[in-house]
């Protein structure tokens, strides 16, 4: 097969890997100076209890911008940063700039809400990461039950002792676990009680056919049977349409996350949806 392709086949193999190279060098050379150039920002997407019908909690997700470039990613600019040990400098800066953003928003008397960060892997391993996240919480004045860490079962999976090691350290501190894009990474059973994890993401990719797929609602259901029995709470993530919401909710899954609620906001917007409240997702 490599002889068939021939010269071109080689040729225009090697041209897309160095395409891939320079391009992953044109991000980390841009990323070093996101934060000075100011031109990282982050959004909130809101997260519904379906009993409650309340938003409860806030999930930041990190957006870049440049002049240059325009917008990027995070699919693309975060697997840059982490190659490139960016990923501690950006990944400290989103905790601290969600962290000040919960306390705005409890400091003007709003409804209270958890923030959920997301962690990288590479952030995850660094045996500094608790000192740091409690600095953190002090320096801005959050009580650590308000802020959730959004770790994906993928790299819980990759290194279980680490991962509960870790979780372990950061739960004896106060801060929620949560597992994200669960039921993609393959965890053991006998680790994931171990995990101290507050709460299941349940993966989008579950959730999209939920109303058409006998399958994936025989993996929903599991999941949330399984979480429930093990005291820990789910949330149902990429919930886009009322069909979805109503499965889920008669299904006893205690959250739901997605455009048929809220797209990703800046914070002023999001502020507004507290103040709206969520009943007007369930009276559309
Ligand atoms: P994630 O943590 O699983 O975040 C959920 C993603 O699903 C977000 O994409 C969100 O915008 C998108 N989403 C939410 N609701 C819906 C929906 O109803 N339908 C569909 N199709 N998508 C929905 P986003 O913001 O592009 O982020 C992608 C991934 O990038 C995140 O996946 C997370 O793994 C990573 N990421 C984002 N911000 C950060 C960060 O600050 N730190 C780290 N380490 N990773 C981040
Ligand atoms: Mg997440
Ligand atoms: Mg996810
Ligand atoms: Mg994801």
Redesign the pocket.
Known sequence: QVKRSGRHGIRFFTSAMQQRAARHLQLVNALRYAIERDQLH??Y?PQVALRERAIIGA????RWETPELGKV???EF?PAAEESGL?QSI?AW?LREAVRQAVRWRSEGLPPVTMA????AV?FRNTDLPKLITRILQEEGLPAEYLEL?L?EAVAANDPQGAIAMMNKLHERGVRMSI??FGTGFSSLSHLKKFMAYKL?ID?SFVRDITTDAEDRAIVNAIIQMARSLGMRTIA????TVEQLSYLHEHLCDEI????FS??VTATAFRQLLLDGAARAFNP
Do not use: M
């Open positions: 982050v959004l997407q999930e930041a997700l990190l990613s995070p699919a975060i990923i990944g989103v960060v997301n962690l990288s952030q959004e994906t994200d894009d993401k989008q993530e990429g919930v886009e996350q997605g455009y048929y797209r990703p």
